[in-house]
T-cell receptor, first 111, second 113 residues
Framework: DAKTTQPTSMDCAEGRAANLPCNHS???????VYWYRQIHSQGPQYIIH???NNETNEMASLIITEDRKSSTLILPHATLRDTAVYYC????????????FGTGTQLKVEL | DAGVIQSPRHEVTEMGQEVTLRCKPI?????LFWYRQTMMRGLELLIY????????DSGMPEDRFSAKMPNASFSTLKIQPSEPRDSAVYFC???????????FGAGTRLSVL
């Protein structure tokens, strides 16, 4: 699986959009970009994934650059409950494939 | 659906004792994953099964660790004998082979004294 690079930490004001970047310059053509988050003392939680088109669901939006070497996860209106570690993972699609977690970005949402 | 169920939630044991962690995947899921999380090493995959068959156990630290999946609805991770460096949070996750999402349990926090 391709390696990803994320900032160690970010801060965001409550109610504002949180934009979390991820670099994955060695991504292969059949690899998807996945985002998970881990709220303190809980198991990781799936957020969203995509191949090359931008994706949106009830939790977030995923913007993937045209060359697919980087992406941005957008939480449109961050709340205090969005404070968590966010992991960007690149892997081949399919439920039978493992996830390789990096160090992620610690997002702190403040009043 | 109750989600992925792990037991116990917390385990405190003494060095040298056997520890067994349990996981019940989401019904209908046929892939199961065991992860370990520590401050030093982060989240790392230990082993995973597809259709009850171990596919990749390269993350299992040593022979003291073993995992089984006797049927589609149950898996165990055993440490024998346990050591203080095994102290960590152990997560189990499941997914369908056709799906793209892994669902994680709440984890078992293991402390080996």
């Amino acid at each position: 699986d391709a390696k990803t690079t994320q900032p160690t930490s970010m801060d965001c004001a409550e109610g504002r959009a949180a934009n979390l970047p991820c670099n994955h310059s060695t991504i292969s053509g059949n690899e998807y970009v996945y985002w998970y988050r881990q709220i303190h003392s809980q198991g990781p939680q799936y957020i969203i994934h995509g191949l090359k088109n931008n994706e949106t669901n009830e939790m977030a939006s995923l913007i993937i650059t045209e060359d697919r070497k980087s992406s941005t996860l957008i939480l449109p209106h961050a709340t205090l409950r969005d404070t968590a570690v966010y992991y960007c993972i690149v892997r081949v699609a399919g439920g039978g494939n493992k996830l390789t977690f990096g160090t992620g970005t610690q997002l702190k949402v403040e009043l | 659906d109750a989600g992925v169920i792990q037991s116990p939630r917390h385990e405190v044991t003494e060095m040298g004792q056997e520890v067994t962690l349990r996981c019940k995947p989401i019904s209908g899921h046929n892939s199961l994953f065991w992860y370990r999380q520590t401050m030093m090493r982060g989240l790392e995959l230990l082993i995973y099964f597809n259709n009850n068959v171990p596919i990749d156990d390269s993350g299992m630290p040593e022979d003291r660790f073993s995992a089984k999946m006797p049927n589609a609805s149950f898996s165990t991770l055993k440490i024998q004998p346990s050591e203080p460096r095994d102290s960590a949070v152990y997560f189990c996750a499941s997914s369908s082979l056709q799906g793209n999402i892994q669902y994680f349990g709440a984890g078992t926090r293991l402390s080996v004294l």
